[in-house]
């Protein structure tokens, strides 16, 4: 068979061919996977992009901590670089810092983990999230999402091949989820909830009670929980409490961390998984088919961010409590309805009243008054009616884009 010509377009590739006794034929496939092709674009992404266009713009939509990363931490990692200590470690990572997790956990949020067998030092909480998934999930398999939601949830269960099932929750109850709820939306092929608290984007925080309600529906029903627990340094009026606290709830409980927003480590990438040993060494053949390991200079940043970076976390904390209070009481005063937030550095208030929808609120505080925020709808059906702020910012770009705010909600009251 003589190849006559090869046209390839970006979905599909079209080979005519030649053959002797046939003539010409088409064949035509498709190189893309199908699951891929079902995940939208990132909502947000197009907001970042528009705002990066405009100039003077003060942007509360970055998901991230306005501090450096600390300067002890940058050191070390500066030190281990001096040294040479550039090669490939364990695919669990390194045993020092898997040590210094498991210490930590167990000092600061009462759940043991051991560093030998029950830890996993990962890039990134996301990519912790991705491995859990596609070791838990099969075909079919249901994962409940309480919504409003981190973007990534769904798309990950889906590349996992399961299937997303949101669970709305509402401003009446400050964004918790809710026993009940829960209870409905649980069918036979549900096999796990992905659990964030505190929550990206309404920062609602679920105390040890309401915890242990959900548990016994976990338990019931014979469940697996994802824990994200990215933002567990960040809670303002209760002390952080793990599901996998709960009782009975350990062994059911896989837990997604890092040190991106406690630490303000955003751009080392470096996360990790605690959950029991079954879980975790039939993870390491994902994790180390995938990524081998974690970067070693990033694990050795780590190490010294667990010795002795609680101070930075605690310093981090008081700034971020006096700006909550500050954008919180500001969204109020100006007619945009906000709870106050139990963790993580995120408003979400109602822009119902305006008239406007979520994207239509962002982009014309966008273009009229400079001032960038996440439209609610993107975080799920739940969101709109919201706006995502971060108080992530000074507070000189948070005064300055309050006023800009009231100004902007100013003007839309005065036409109506």
Same mark, same amino acid.
């Given at each position: 068979?003589?190849?006559?010509?090869?046209?390839?377009?970006?979905?599909?590739?079209?080979?005519?061919?030649?053959?002797?006794?046939?003539?010409?034929?088409?064949?035509?496939?498709?190189?893309?996977?199908?699951?891929?092709?079902?995940?939208?674009?990132?909502?947000?992404?197009?907001?970042?992009?528009?705002?990066?266009?405009?100039?003077?713009?003060?942007?509360?939509?970055?998901?991230?901590?306005?501090?450096?990363?600390?300067?002890?931490?940058?050191?070390?990692?500066?030190?281990?670089?001096?040294?040479?200590?550039?090669?490939?470690?364990?695919?669990?990572?390194?045993?020092?810092?898997?040590?210094?997790?498991?210490? +930590?956990?167990?000092?600061?949020?009462?759940?043991?983990?051991?560093?030998?067998?029950?830890?996993?030092?990962?890039?990134?909480?996301?990519?912790?999230?991705?491995?859990?998934?596609?070791?838990?999930?099969?075909?079919?398999?249901?994962?409940?999402?309480?919504?409003?939601?981190?973007?990534?949830?769904?798309?990950?269960?889906?590349?996992?091949?399961?299937?997303?099932?949101?669970?709305?929750?509402?401003?009446?109850?400050?964004?918790?989820?809710?026993?009940?709820?829960?209870?409905?939306?649980?069918?036979?092929?549900?096999?796990?909830?992905?659990?964030?608290?505190?929550?990206?984007?309404?920062?609602?925080?679920?105390?040890?009670?309401?915890?242990?309600?959900?548990?016994?529906?976990?338990?019931?029903?014979?469940?697996?929980?994802?824990?994200?627990?990215?933002?567990?340094?960040?809670? +303002?009026?209760?002390?952080?409490?793990?599901?996998?606290?709960?009782?009975?709830?350990?062994?059911?409980?896989?837990?997604?961390?890092?040190?991106?927003?406690?630490?303000?480590?955003?751009?080392?990438?470096?996360?990790?998984?605690?959950?029991?040993?079954?879980?975790?060494?039939?993870?390491?053949?994902?994790?180390?088919?995938?990524?081998?390991?974690?970067?070693?200079?990033?694990?050795?940043?780590?190490?010294?961010?667990?010795?002795?970076?609680?101070?930075?976390?605690?310093?981090?904390?008081?700034? !971020?409590?006096?700006?909550?209070? !500050?954008?919180?009481?500001?969204?109020?005063?100006?007619?945009?309805?906000?709870?106050?937030?139990?963790?993580?550095?995120?408003?979400?208030?109602?822009?119902?009243?305006?008239?406007?929808?979520?994207?239509?609120?962002?982009?014309?505080?966008?273009?009229?008054?400079?001032?960038?925020?996440?439209?609610?709808?993107?975080?799920?059906?739940?969101?709109?009616?919201?706006? *995502?702020?971060?108080?992530?910012?000074?507070?000189?770009?948070? *005064?300055?884009?309050?006023?800009?705010?009231?100004?902007?909600?100013?003007?839309?009251?005065?036409?109506?």
């Amino acid at each position: 068979m003589k190849l006559e010509s090869n046209l390839i377009n970006t979905e599909k590739r079209t080979i005519i061919s030649e053959n002797e006794d046939t003539g010409k034929r088409n064949k035509t496939r498709c190189f893309l996977s199908s699951r891929v092709k079902q995940i939208k674009p990132s909502g947000i992404r197009r907001f970042f992009d528009m705002a990066s266009r405009v100039e003077g713009v003060i942007s509360l939509g970055v998901g991230e901590p306005d501090f450096v990363t600390p300067w002890s931490i940058r050191d070390a990692a500066i030190g281990f670089l001096q040294k040479g200590n550039t090669s490939y470690t364990e695919a669990a990572g390194l045993l020092e810092l898997r040590k210094e997790i498991s210490c +930590y956990m167990k000092s600061h949020f009462q759940v043991e983990y051991s560093p030998d067998s029950e830890i996993i030092v990962t890039v990134g909480g996301s990519q912790a999230l991705d491995i859990s998934l596609r070791t838990i999930l099969n075909s079919g398999d249901e994962v409940i999402i309480i919504e409003p939601s981190y973007l990534a949830y769904a798309p990950l269960v889906t590349l996992a091949g399961g299937l997303p099932v949101s669970l709305e929750t509402t401003r009446g109850t400050n964004f918790k989820l809710q026993p009940e709820h829960l209870k409905q939306a649980i069918n036979t092929n549900t096999k796990a909830l992905i659990l964030c608290s505190p929550n990206n984007p309404t920062g609602s925080y679920l105390n040890q009670d309401e915890l242990e309600e959900i548990s016994k529906i976990i338990i019931e029903h014979d469940l697996l929980v994802i824990s994200d627990e990215i933002y567990a340094e960040l809670t +303002y009026d209760e002390p952080f409490c793990s599901i996998a606290s709960i009782s009975q709830m350990r062994e059911r409980t896989i837990i997604i961390s890092g040190f991106s927003k406690g630490f303000a480590m955003t751009g080392w990438r470096l996360g990790f998984i605690c959950s029991p040993d079954h879980f975790c060494q039939t993870m390491l053949k994902v994790h180390h088919n995938t990524m081998i390991c974690a970067p070693s200079i990033t694990q050795y940043a780590a190490i010294e961010a667990l010795k002795n970076g609680q101070q930075y976390v605690e310093e981090m904390k008081t700034s !971020y409590r006096k700006r909550r209070a !500050y954008v919180v009481d500001s969204l109020n005063e100006m007619g945009l309805e906000c709870h106050l937030p139990g963790g993580a550095f995120y408003v979400f208030p109602s822009i119902r009243n305006t008239g406007l929808t979520s994207e239509q609120f962002a982009e014309n505080l966008l273009i009229q008054e400079k001032v960038a925020v996440v439209p609610g709808n993107v975080f799920g059906e739940g969101g709109e009616g919201h706006i *995502r702020c971060s108080y992530a910012s000074s507070m000189e770009a948070l *005064r300055e884009a309050m006023k800009r705010m009231k100004q902007f909600v100013g003007n839309l009251q005065s036409v109506k």
